[in-house]
Structure formats: structure tokens, C-alpha cells
């Protein structure tokens, strides 16, 4: 199975591209890229960015697409308007599922989406999105509103999925408790995915790292809850075990699912 991400290069090696193709390896997906940005980044933080031209992206996406038999499509980090319109005319004309991992600020605070590209994003590429994975502070980004308790992420993934998108998961790693737990809606139906919460700082990548494991098992085949739960267990095993690796938010552990998914229990429930 082959699959495209579309994102931003971390110098560094724990999150974007990087992060995408080790994931998609370990999965047994094979990775291709078009690369959006180039990034000056290590584990303090992100020290600058070097947009790749709009025409070179679509010319990567359109190349790749032309030779292989791609069956899922990752996007992280896009960067800007122009880049996310001729990524959606080209997405617009496949028929392949679409996850958009909507990468907005780094973790050391570093805008890695302009601010005029959010509504682009929106109106251009949620139409054709199968699964969207925000985190807290990404869906107050937009929806506008504050989320504080669950009430908020309800109301926020229903605005969400209104914008287009198939399916909204609200990662709760921005939310204080003993469990780490992540909401999914649909129109149809919504449940949750919880596992235990780890006291670490080397969390970095930790959602380009999800959305790659989700990519890589819809790729595969499986069916989108069964691939949200396979990528939970992905990144919780990524994040229990980490490399410390760096001086600061250090990459999770890429290597840590193979031959130990089976002893990684997730809780899921309805909502």
C-alpha cells in the first residue's frame, strides 16, 4: 500500500514529513511527499521557514499521483493560501481518502499557517476531507469559540463537520486529567478514545505522528474507527516510550509499536 503526505520538512526529525514517512514505514505503508516547507527547527523550537513555491508543490503532488497507486492522502502543514488552493484543485479531482491534519502554531509557538490561509482551508479543502484531527487549540482556531469542557468540543466538532469535513477528531491532549482522551463525531455517531495520560515533555510531533498512523491504516484498508484506534495506540506507545533525544520537547518514539501493539489497551466509548 502507498501513501502521500503533504507537509512541511522538520530538520529536526521528529515531526512533518519526517515524522510521516518513519510512521507510514513502521505501518508497512510505503511513504511518498511533496513537501511544502522547509523548516530550520530542533527540539527548542522552530528558527525559521522556507516556503516552497505554490507551483512546485502542485507540481510534486501531480507527479507523484501520475505513477503511484495512492491510497490515502495526508496534509500538515500548508503554510499558506496559495499553497492550500492548488493542493485542493488537484485533491478535488481524486477519489481518495483525504486526512488534514490542520497545522497552525508549533509548540514553541511559531505560526506554521498565515493567518488569511485558515478560511482557505476551510472553504477550499474541508469540501473533500474525510477525517480532520485538530487539537484543542486548532479547533478554537476554527471555530472561533473557546473550548474548556466538553460541552465546547461538541459544539465545536458539529461546526466542524458543517465546514464539510466526513469526520472531526478533537485530540484532548491540550486537557487537564489522568486520562488522555480524544472525541470523534461524525453525522452519524461519535464515541470516544481514552488512554492513560504520560508526564513527559518529548511530545513533540505527536500530532503529525497520529494523523501519519491514521493515514497509513486507512491506506491499509480498515475502516475509520478501527484506524483511529490502531492510531491511538500508535502514539500512545510513541509517547510511553521516549528516546531523549534533544534539550527540549524531544520526538516521540517512532520505532516503539512494532511487535508491542497488542499489549496497548485503549478505552472506547460512546458520547
Known sequence: ???????????????GIQADVKTFQELGV??????TALTDQNTLGVHGIFEVSPRFVQQQV???????????????MLFSTEIIEVVAKIIQQQNIPLIVDPVMVAKGGANLLQDAAV??????????????????????????????EVKDIEEAAQQILQMGVECVIIKGGHLDGE??????????????????????????????????????NIAKGLSIKESII????????????PL???NGHGPTNHFAYNGQQGICEVVVSGL
Open 30 to 35: 510505503f511513504g511518498t511527499t511533496a513537501i
Open 119 to 148: 478560511t482557505t482551508l476551510i472553504e477550499k479543502l474541508f469540501p473533500y476531507t474525510t477525517i480532520c484531527t485538530p487539537n484543542i487549540p486548532e479547533a478554537e482556531l476554527l471555530t472561533g469559540r473557546r473550548i474548556k
Open 62 to 76: 501531480q507527479t507523484v499521483l501520475d505513477d503511484f497507486s495512492i491510497k490515502a492522502i495526508k496534509t500538515g
Open 230 to 241: 490502531e492510531a491511538k495506540k500508535f502514539i500512545h506507545l510513541a509517547i510511553s516510550t
Open 244 to 246: 531523549h533525544i534533544g
Open 179 to 216: 486520562q488522555a482522551t480524544d472525541r470523534v463525531y461524525t453525522r452519524q455517531h461519535s464515541f470516544s478514545i481514552s488512554t492513560p495520560r504520560i508526564q513527559t515533555k518529548d511530545t513533540h510531533g505527536t500530532g503529525c505522528t497520529f494523523s501519519a498512523a491514521l493515514t497509513a
Open 1 to 15: 500500500m502507498i501513501a502521500l503526505t503533504i507537509a512541511g520538512s522538520d530538520s529536526g526529525g521528529g515531526a
